[in-house]
């Protein structure tokens, strides 16, 4: 049998290796090019500010530039402050972070199995969501002490909702025929699942994920804020009530740092999971 | 392998679809279910799948009544129904992996059919990066792969152009002369059924109207004067 009188592949792979050898060679000035508006918000930022302390136009207290904020930074590293409080931040999101995907997750795939469980939690998932998470926080307190408990509690709490709609949008919308594939191929219920539907449903819960992220972001330094002797948002309200304005900023531009990494780490991971996925005006259409 | 249809039916929403279908199907045979496009030849297909159930008469595989899906029942879908987030070859050992068949073992067993559909150099390829027909023949592989006795096609070249449609239909009877599955395909196309099949079932209004043996010998030509008759016979059936 000849196939390739009929078909042939779409993609000839010269063409393609050639692309590659163009890309390595712009790699290095497309990543120096991508940090530029980052770099000139800085640069801009300290000017201003110097300008600022210089000629006294507003309380130059308010708004330190970034020079002195690295070494204000320094400082809170030496003491030992900030190392903890990044630490113990990053412990605290991530935890609850897994422990919200994992239950997001495995209650969708139940939900989405049963019948019964839905009739039940739906309505009451449904009423509970909407409900800010940092509304519920003086309750966790209340309820769980001031420990990593709450905390924790509240960040998984606020990661739930999001992925749990979104994998419940991804469970309906998984193609009958893979699944009837699957059974006629001899697959267990149990190998569906795990062979069908959670691979269909993965890029819901990864966009579930991303939503989420930043939404766990503010859980975080929210709970940190009350009752806290440590983590970021710990520093934020410690800076307030001292006055020690630059230290906030530390811990400000701490969190974007922590949360950038989170995110990229996160489009890391999908661009691994669903490299099979094609789509998007990057392949629409050839520039 | 036999199959056999007793008295079976099904509605939707009190609109029938199959009305009391009487049919026996025995081993090795290829069968194509001909009819236009609401016919009630896919809602027969789901059925002997197992993927729906009759509301009256029961059908039967070896004398074991059908209560659900089987790999028995191996099905290729009209659109491609791959798995996207697996390669062609996992697509293939698919079947065979959920059997229990051990990895290496699945991976020979997929080989095998890849060849059979001339396919064996794409085993990396996602389905995305293959045309239309090709998917379709990894789709036959994969059916194939997990050792059905009947095999279920529902307008599997419906959405292909006619060259590869004429190969492929080649490739098929090379196949199936080779396996010898029971095959039952489903078509609208009048050729197709008479290029293929040992005995076409003519659908009309959810029951059959005509069960006709092609005693054509293979490989048949669609100029042969026997084929024209036989064609033209079908159109004659189809159209009153």
């Not at chain 2, 697509?91 to 699945?106: I, R, Y």
């Not at chain 2, 529902?154 to 490739?171: M, Q, Y």
Request: aromatic share 8%; hydrophobic share 45%; glycine share 8%.
């Amino acid at each position: 049998m000849n196939v390739n009188q009929v078909d042939k592949i779409t993609e000839p792979s010269a063409a393609k290796s050639n692309q590659k050898r163009n890309l390595n060679s712009t790699k290095l000035n497309l990543t120096i090019k991508k940090y530029i508006p980052i770099i000139s918000f800085f640069v801009l930022w300290e000017c201003l500010t110097r300008l600022n302390i210089t000629f006294e136009l507003v309380n130059s207290n308010f708004f330190p530039p970034p020079s002195i904020i690295a070494v204000q930074g320094w400082q809170l590293i030496q003491t030992g402050v900030l190392t903890d409080s990044i630490i113990s931040s990053t412990i605290r999101v991530f935890v609850g972070t897994v422990i919200g995907i994992l239950a997001g997750v495995v209650l969708a795939l139940i939900i989405g199995k049963s019948k019964l469980i839905d009739y039940w939690a739906s309505p009451i998932l449904n009423m509970l969501g909407p409900i800010p998470s940092l509304a519920i926080l003086p309750l966790f307190i209340i309820w769980f002490g001031i420990g990593e408990i709450p905390k924790i509690i509240l960040i998984a709490w606020t990661v739930f909702f999001p992925v749990l709609t979104n994998t419940i949008e991804g469970i309906k919308s998984v193609r009958p025929v893979l699944i009837r594939s699957a059974l006629s191929l001899g697959a267990s219920d149990q190998q569906i699942y795990k062979k069908v539907i959670l691979p269909s449903v993965l890029p819901n819960i990864l966009a579930g994920c991303q939503i989420s992220l930043g939404l766990a972001f503010s859980a975080l330094v929210v709970s940190e804020m009350m009752g806290a002797t440590s983590g970021l948002g710990y520093i934020i309200v410690d800076a307030r009530n001292y006055f020690k304005l630059s230290n906030m900023y530390v811990a400000i531009i701490v969190i974007g740092i922590e949360y950038s990494l989170f995110s990229y780490t996160l489009k890391l991971v999908e661009r691994k999971m669903l490299s099979w996925r094609k789509g998007g005006f990057a392949d629409a259409i050839e520039k | 392998m036999e199959l056999t249809l007793n008295g079976v039916k099904k509605s939707y929403n009190d609109h029938p679809i199959i009305k009391d279908i009487n049919l026996k199907i025995k081993t090795h045979e290829f069968i194509c279910i001909l009819g236009h496009s609401g016919c009630g030849k896919s809602t027969m297909l789901n059925l002997i799948a197992g993927f729906i159930q009759p509301d009256e008469g029961s059908i039967y595989v070896d004398g074991q009544m059908i209560t659900g899906p089987s790999k028995e029942r191996g099905v290729v879908f009209q659109e491609h129904a791959l798995f996207p987030w697996y390669s062609v070859l996992k697509n293939v050992t698919f079947g065979p992996v959920v059997q229990g068949v051990d990895e290496k073992k699945a991976v020979e067993i997929a080989q095998t059919h890849l060849r059979k559909v001339g396919l064996e150099k794409y085993a990396n390829h996602y389905p995305e990066e293959l045309s239309g027909g090709m998917k379709q023949r990894v789709g036959i592989a994969r059916a194939l792969a997990a050792e059905p006795k009947l095999l279920l096609m529902d307008e599997p070249f419906g959405a292909l152009d006619v060259f590869t449609k004429e190969s492929l239909r080649k490739e098929l009877i090379e196949i199936w002369m080779e396996l010898k599955t029971t095959i039952i395909f489903i078509t609208h196309d009048i050729s197709e059924a008479v290029y293929l099949a040992d005995r076409v079932i003519v659908m009309k209004n959810g029951s059959i109207a005509k069960d006709l043996h092609i005693d054509l010998p293979r490989p048949r030509k669609y100029h042969q004067e026997r084929f024209g008759d036989l064609v033209f016979e079908l159109e004659q059936v189809l159209v009153n």
